[in-house]
Nanobody
Framework: QVQLVESGGGLVQAGGSLRLSCAASGRTFRDYTMGWFRQAPGKERDFVAAISWNGGTIYYADSVKGRFFISRDNAKNTVYLQMNSLKPEDTAVYYC????????????????WGQGTQVTVSS
């Protein structure tokens, strides 16, 4: 069992930046592949980024590639999502998630989820 708590969301103007954090507690954090997903009102939960247990493998959705950067600090049991050049279409609730495996892109493969943090980008 692992508990995940996101923070760092908020309201930002288009072109601005935010850094989301996801703090994990419970079982060994470094065992998990970590992912970030987002869900806008009335839409499905979409993959944003994922990182392997040691940070050696990283994937991004095409929509955020070059603007968002995922990282992790296993000593602090925390995964981060640095979001730059934000656009209004990035507005969503952002969730971090954990899984043992490496099925990076599907939300169904992630066993543990945080409660989400709202990101709102104004135009």
């Amino acid at each position: 069992q692992v508990q995940l708590v996101e923070s760092g969301g908020g309201l930002v103007q288009a072109g601005g930046s935010l850094r989301l954090s996801c703090a994990a507690s419970g079982r060994t954090f470094r065992d998990y592949t970590m992912g970030w997903f987002r869900q806008a009102p009335g839409k499905e939960r979409d993959f944003v980024a994922a990182i392997s247990w040691n940070g050696g493998t990283i994937y991004y959705a095409d929509s955020v590639k070059g603007r968002f950067f995922i990282s992790r600090d296993n000593a602090k049991n925390t995964v981060y999502l640095q979001m730059n050049s934000l656009k209004p279409e990035d507005t969503a609730v952002y969730y971090c998630a954990a899984q043992y495996g490496t099925r990076w892109f599907s939300s169904y493969e992630y066993k543990y989820w945080g409660q989400g943090t709202q990101v709102t980008v104004s135009s």
